[in-house]
């Protein structure tokens, strides 16, 4: 991780940065000061990598561990954040919901990679299914493993659990709301360690579909929007360092 990614503030562009909301522009590859811009660009940008992954253009190790999720990210987010695929090095909460201290990171994504290693995910039913990804998803919330993105990158890696399983994910059938909040109620009460997936459960319930019922490509998180293509007069010319597979304007606090 470079040297200027060690706090919380050194995410963002200093002329940025507001010290009292603690929240600025995060540093990125378009070299975009304005925050709303980078909202913009980063949604068409990750979209079109979304895409190419929920409709198997491309090939990454299915191991569903830690390098897995990262490899995800950094896939997403190779054009926007010269960290995508690299863990936070911060705190992160979000309301009155605090993730996984950076120390904890691994322990989570170890947990989740354990129970999808041994759920027999073609056997399952309806019921079964969506309880067992909804731990899955509560596991990989409670990591948060990266500054941004963790939603897009977790969704992602969803998609190919689901793949183990006779059921598909269509995320466009729970509103952000229903998802958010359930992702929130999802995570392990004061001082404990173990998450609590029982408010994601009805939601999986509600998104998962038998695979004959679907056609390809899937719809959902990877679907390309309707919205003009904005063209950054930087876009392109992003660092050197950047690679075709290498690599959030964060949406928590710092802790």
């Known amino acids: 991780m470079p040297k200027s990614y060690e706090s919380w503030e050194s995410y963002f562009y200093p002329e940025t940065y507001d010290p009292d909301t603690r929240q600025g522009t995060l540093r990125n590859l378009f070299g975009e000061r304005d925050r709303e811009l980078l909202k913009q660009f980063e949604k068409v940008e990750t979209a079109s990598r ?27 987010f190779q054009h ?13 909460a979000k309301g009155y919901s ?16 354990d129970l999808v290693e041994r759920t027999e995910w073609n056997t399952l039913d309806k019921t079964g299914f969506s309880a067992q990804i909804a731990t899955v998803y509560a596991l990989l919330n409670q990591a948060h493993p990266f500054r941004e993105g963790n939603g897009r990158a977790g969704k992602a890696f969803l998609h190919h659990v689901a793949q183990l399983s006779n059921y598909t994910l269509r995320f466009d059938q729970v509103t952000p709301r ?30 998962s ?18 919205i ?10 992003a660092p050197q360092q950047r690679q075709s597979r290498g690599r959030s304007h964060g949406y928590g606090r710092g802790m």
């Open 50 to 76: 979304l895409y190419e992954l929920e409709s198997n253009q491309v090939a990454i190790e299915r191991t569903f561990d830690s390098a897995h999720l990262r490899a995800l990210h950094s896939y997403i």
């Open 209 to 226: 579909t038998p695979k004959a019922t679907v056609r390809p490509p899937l719809p959902g998180i990877g679907e390309v929007p309707q």
């Open 80 to 92: 926007v954040y010269e960290w995508a695929g690299q863990y936070r090095t911060v705190g992160i």
């Open 98 to 113: 605090s993730f996984a201290d950076v120390t904890m990171i691994d322990r989570y994504l170890n947990d989740a990679h």
């Open 178 to 207: 229903q998802w958010n909040q359930a992702s929130a109620l999802s995570g392990p009460d004061l001082g404990s360690y173990e998450v609590v997936p029982d408010s994601l459960i009805p939601v999986f319930e509600q998104i």
């Open 228 to 237: 003009k293509k904005l063209d950054h007069p930087t876009r392109h010319a």
